[in-house]
């Protein structure tokens, strides 16, 4: 039977998206030890969409970043309430982190800061292009990380 | 809960990618410490490459290149070899008390053989090392584990160390 006396510390990355639920009910259903498991969901904001407002025939209006920035942070804040609910169906004890800035390097700074065992993410998350089967951050996270990384689809 | 009687139920077939490398046993043995559950079906996947075979030094050295018997001797040595590695992951099994199979595949992209074979055999889980014994070093990720993590259709762990 698996270790378990070993302790974990994994993180689960979360933008919000179906996908990534569904790597965490995968991980709850083929991995999780509530005794040995210390779970961390990782919510990335990223605010590039809200600083490109300017263009080469009218320079950035300031309320107009402003409130982009307002909705963005608004959506997230909904998202994390609703990742909090996500984790208590899934019958996972977890704390939700936040964090700014590009996701992927984001999560590996976050997953090296906080010292984590593994990594959890979705092959694909929020993003617009669907024809690839593996997505911009959990390719940028396999690559860069230095503990194992578990890249779940369904 | 009710969801244990759920989970002894169904069984998940894991497929593990192993080239013999050190990486390779190490994924092995991450599998063994965090994911293992006595439910699974274990394949142990090797993933022969055809051009290794004629690109060898004495295939080159042959005096005529389309030699018959020189062809098929090299190919049993080959075989002698995929059978020793198979051996050796089967003791892999062995002494780690978990019930599974070995296969071996031949394909000219090992990705593509892992890939086929976990299709064949409805793997769950595809588990890889990063690196195996690829002589290109400067990637970050080897080929097979990018290959395999591009095209499965299953959760993929790179098991990085």
């Known amino acids: 039977m698996a270790d378990s006396v070993n302790k974990r510390k994994i993180m689960i990355a979360m933008d919000g998206s179906e996908y ?11 991995m999780y030890q509530k005794d040995r498991d210390e ?41 994390i309430k609703k990742l909090d609910a996500i984790l208590m169906d899934a019958g996972v004890q977890g704390n939700v982190v936040r964090a700014h ?34 997505g911009s951050v959990s390719d940028y996270v396999v690559h860069h990380s230095s503990v194992p990384v578990i890249v779940c689809r369904h | 809960m009710a969801d244990e009687a759920a989970k002894t139920e169904s069984g ?32 142990l996947v090797h993933a022969v490459e055809m051009h290794e075979i004629l690109n060898s030094q004495q295939w080159y050295a042959t005096p005529y290149s389309f030699d ?14 995929v059978t020793a590695k198979l051996e050796e992951f089967a003791q ?21 053989g892992i890939c086929k074979i976990a299709k064949e055999m409805n793997a769950d889980l595809i588990i890889t090392g990063t690196r195996g014994m ?28």
């Open chain 1, 20 to 30: 990534s639920e569904g790597a965490l009910k995968w991980f709850a259903k083929n």
């Open chain 1, 39 to 79: 779970v961390i969901v990782l919510h990335v904001t990223d605010h590039r969409n809200s600083s490109s407002f300017g263009s080469n025939w009218m320079p950035v209006d300031p309320t107009m970043v402003h409130m982009a920035y307002k909705e963005e942070e608004e959506k997230a804040k909904v998202a």
């Open chain 1, 101 to 134: 800035g590009i996701p992927g390097e984001q999560i590996i700074q976050k997953s090296e800061e906080l010292g984590v065992t593994m990594i959890i993410i979705a092959s694909r998350g929020l993003g617009k292009i669907r024809r690839t089967i593996l």
């Open chain 2, 12 to 43: 998940k077939t894991v497929l593990i990618a192993i080239d013999g490398s050190e990486q390779a046993r190490n994924a092995f043995d991450w599998y063994k410490n965090n994911i293992f559950k006595d439910t699974d079906k274990v394949v």
């Open chain 2, 68 to 81: 018959k018997d020189t062809l098929f001797a090299i190919l049993e040595k080959e075989k002698e070899k």
């Open chain 2, 92 to 112: 892999l099994l062995r002494d780690s008390k978990i019930n599974g199979t070995v296969k071996s595949v031949h394909s000219s992209s090992p990705g593509e």
């Open chain 2, 134 to 161: 690829g002589s290109v070093r400067r990637t970050l990720l080897g080929s097979v584990s990018d290959y395999i993590l591009h095209h499965a259709h299953v959760p993929v762990i790179v098991c990085r160390h």
